[in-house]
T-cell receptor, first 114, second 116 residues
Framework: DTEVTQTPKHLVMGMTNKKSLKCEQHMGHRAMYWYKQKAKKPPELMFVYSYEKLSINESVPSRFSPECPNSSLLNLHLHALQPEDSALYLC?????????????FGPGTRLTVT | AQKVTQAQTEISVVEKEDVTLDCVYETRDTTYYLFWYKQPPSGELVFLIRRNSFDEQNEISGRYSWNFQKSTSSFNFTITASQVVDSAVYFCALSLMNSGYSTLTFGKGTMLLVSP
């Protein structure tokens, strides 16, 4: 099973809502990632989890709150978002966290903030 | 500073044409890893290939081939006999160590449009 799944596929939320994005992998990978991708741009790294611990936070605003409940699951909790946060949110996983580890991406959640 | 440049923003070809996507990178590290990913309209990035800085052998996989040249800091990607299903955005990426963890620095991507 070489699949990373993400739910929901699409999400529309108001600026006062609280919602969560979910990511799951069953490949036994030890590192998981959240990326944000705006239209016609490359993915931008937000967070890295390694062995269920937050390893990298790329200065992401606190309205984005990641959580890694176990080695297979990664959540991104959203609260009080702004319209400019509308984007495709991609989850990825890799066997380890070293330079040679290729990342496997999920299909993404397309988020619209109204 | 580390950087990946994909100078071609968009390329349009007709089916069965060969097409080369350019990637130039900058890094001061002697050990690094380069990747190509494909992102079709569905949105999911698909891993295509990894190459480490010590292995300059070219690679061929079906209609895909990659030419890695350290002398010019380039890692170009060629699709032979392109097909409509090859239409996608292709990203070249450099793997860096950030606080002990690897992170990917992506180029801006090249959108490939293959028409019938």
């Amino acid at each position: 099973d070489t699949e990373v799944t993400q739910t929901p596929k699409h999400l529309v939320m108001g600026m006062t809502n609280k919602k969560s994005l979910k990511c799951e992998q069953h490949m036994g990978h030890r590192a998981m990632y959240w990326y944000k991708q705006k239209a016609k741009k490359p993915p931008e790294l937000m967070f890295v989890y390694s062995y269920e611990k937050l390893s990298i936070n790329e200065s992401v605003p606190s309205r984005f709150s990641p959580e890694c409940p176990n080695s297979s699951l990664l959540n991104l909790h959203l609260h009080a978002l702004q319209p400019e946060d509308s984007a495709l949110y991609l989850c990825a996983s890799s066997p380890g966290y070293r330079g040679w580890d290729e990342q496997y991406f999920g299909p993404g959640t397309r988020l619209t903030v109204t | 500073a580390q950087k990946v440049t994909q100078a071609q923003t968009e390329i349009s070809v007709v089916e069965k044409e060969d097409v080369t996507l350019d990637c130039v990178y900058e890094t001061r590290d002697t050990t690094y890893y380069l990747f190509w990913y494909k992102q079709p309209p569905s949105g999911e990035l698909v891993f295509l290939i990894r190459r480490n800085s010590f292995d300059e052998q070219n690679e061929i996989s079906g209609r895909y081939s990659w030419n890695f040249q350290k002398s010019t800091s380039s890692f170009n990607f060629t699709i032979t006999a392109s097909q409509v299903v090859d239409s996608a955005v292709y990203f070249c990426a450099l793997s860096l160590m950030n606080s002990g963890y690897s992170t990917l620095t992506f180029g801006k991507g090249t959108m490939l449009l293959v028409s019938p």
